[in-house]
DNA sequence: CGCCGATCTGGACTTTGTCTAATATTCGGA
DNA sequence: TCCGAATATTAGACAAAGTCCAGATCGGCG
């Protein structure tokens, strides 16, 4: 699947989300990369044409996206938050001193002996993140 | 193994931190207790009686403590770090509403079918996240 | 064209955390 | 015990990420 700017209107309209031009710019930075970065970054790449997005509609929209279901979050560094745009069950593997982050898929991962959960608890999901660091 | 004021110096030596009053304070907050803390929480215990920590103190110190292993952080919050005095080898439960954290036991937990580390790198640490929700 | 709800915006504000230069404390040696 | 050097603490300025709001703008429809 190869992701376009005339694609993103559709992406977008299944995920119940109105496709406004700012919308569609955001989430073809993340699509077109399929890369984690962080709102600042989502910035910077929609502001290097022209189209001049603020940042308020940059956290909005990266806030719906992730309501919506459109995008993941991944919390792996403490003083910001990446967007994923994938969705599928996958893991991180994080180098700490480069702050790189890529996927692990999920498929050949098996986590087994976690206890039960306390009563009334669902799980909302299982992040595993493998913190790496250059031989020194 | 129960802790006192009067055993948290031999703690620190044991670790090679200079135990200071601010140090003894901050470090009696934490293992005392036995829960994960954000920097704004243990400025606000050391506080409550009178002794008068600053903010730049609790910072440094608890920097301090991760960078002698006193300490370990966790990353689960995207708005704060806790740190956290368990540092043997452990998971944890994150309680996405309440922003409740707790521990789950390593010992019985199996994390198998991960990919090969790239070339050069060395693993400091797999973070596990099991991320909860009140059932609706 | 003109309306109206939805969206976008600048900029003030908050929170977490860092930095610095001045002050205070600690500690080993005389 | 006293002293000086090294170490630690501090207030407050600063920075970066993120939130909030009230007013401006957009865009689809009649
Ligand atoms: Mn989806
Ligand atoms: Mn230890
Ligand atoms: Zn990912
Ligand atoms: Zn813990």
Redesign the interface.
């Known amino acids: 699947m190869h992701y376009t700017r005339d694609n993103m209107a559709g992406l977008l309209r299944s995920h119940d989300i109105n496709p406004t031009h700012q919308r569609i710019e955001i989430a073809y930075a993340l699509f077109s990369r399929q890369e984690h970065l962080s709102a600042d970054q989502v910035m910077a790449i929609v502001n290097t044409r022209h189209s001049e997005t603020s940042k308020a509609t940059v956290y909005n929209t990266l806030k719906l996206f992730l309501e919506k279901g459109l995008v993941r979050?991944v919390?792996?560094?403490?003083s910001k938050?990446f967007f994923d745009p994938n969705t599928s069950p996958h893991h991180h593997?994080y180098?700490?001193d480069s702050g790189k982050l890529s996927d692990?898929?999920a498929e050949?991962?098996?986590?087994?002996?976690?206890?039960p959960?306390?009563a009334?608890?669902?799980?909302?999901?299982?992040?595993?993140?493998?913190?790496?660091?250059?031989?020194s």
């Open positions: 979050e919390i792996v560094d403490p938050v593997l180098e700490v692990i898929d050949h991962v098996v986590i087994s002996g976690l206890p959960l306390p009334g608890m669902v799980t909302e999901g299982i992040d595993l993140i493998v913190r790496v660091r250059r031989t």
